[in-house]
């Protein structure tokens, strides 16, 4: 599992300002990714698992942005 939470949090920080990757880099421990990364078997799955999380933060925020501006 380590190598799966390592490979997501190099994606994370190589996509910093990219869908709501800075959550995951600023905010996410290791338990966090592992929760997210859920049963996924390889890096890429992991990324891909991952991905879906932060971008739903990501929308939230772009969403409470509206209006702010």
């Known amino acids: 599992m380590q190598h799966l939470i390592d490979a997501v949090r190099a994606h994370a920080m190589e996509n910093w300002h990219k869908d709501g990757w800075d959550y995951l880099a600023e905010c996410w421990d290791d338990q966090d990714i592992a929760w ?34």
Request: hydrophobic content about 45%.
């Open 36 to 69: 997210a990364i859920g049963d996924a078997k390889n890096a890429r799955a992991a990324i891909a698992a991952c991905k879906r999380q932060v971008k739903i933060l990501n929308d939230h925020r772009s969403e409470n942005a509206v209006g702010y501006w």
